[in-house]
């Protein structure tokens, strides 16, 4: 009951244009409540960013906020506004990632339109920059691996997935990503998901990610794990280690403003450390969908917050 009232709560927040004006207004100032989560409203303020972690040897993936989108010509704006982006990460010398959700391309509109802008933005990547496919919820998943399996069977090198540990599918979904021998990103997931289709409980979750985590140690190529858990860095640390990998064989992924702590200490150790920087206008939307998709978003971001202050 409580996770349906507040999630309404959170989706209403986010649709409210007077709130949203607001939070523009105030959100992104120096010291304003987004700015420790969001890099800012423009590609200058995301390069700018970008460029302060890449001096302290961090490296970087942006993502341009504004998924879901409803006509053509906004998926298509969308898809030349990362070729844009792309340009101009590409001029500031800054060896970005970049991640996209196929959302944002027009998924929900038409996938062969979508497949067109995936296209046009990993043209526009060249080998300049790689691009990682966000997963979004399980509606999507099908979709989204037929679109990238697409891609990568034309040729395509630029270009790796997500993969959600929480989903029952995942076990075979990473099989078939393996078998291509593209690159995955391992995160937990955030979404809220019906039972019948993920893990309702954080233990069976975690007990998922660990054995997807070693099959990817094992099998995959170029492995990355998103992470904010110690004890799931600490078994990925171990398993790879046992497997002989070195340290820049694999990498971790944190968003931004989120453990900077276990940031700093595993970029301190050795370890290859990426940070995920959201950034655009549309940032208000998407930091209040986060917290209304799963109300422990919200716990998360207080308990990171104390951890770090301890």
Known sequence: MWDSLSRAVFFT???SSFLGRLASRYGMRDGGFARRFIAGETVQDAIDTACRLTERGLHCTLNYLGESVTSSAAARAAADAYAGIMREVSDAGLPCQVSVKLTQLGLAIDAAECGANLRHVLDAAGD?????IDMEQSAWVDPTLDLFEGVWQDGYRNVGVVLQSYLYRTESDLARVNALGAGVRLCKGAYSEDKTVAYPVKADVNAAFVRLMRTL???????AFATHDPPMVDATRAYANERGLTAEAFEFQMLYGVRRDLQTALHDQGYRMRIYLPFGRQWFPYFMRRLGERPANLLFIVRSLLHERR
């Open 13 to 15: 927040l986010a649709r």
């Open 128 to 132: 300049r920059c790689f691009v990682r």
């Open 217 to 223: 140690v094992r099998d995959g190529a170029h492995p």
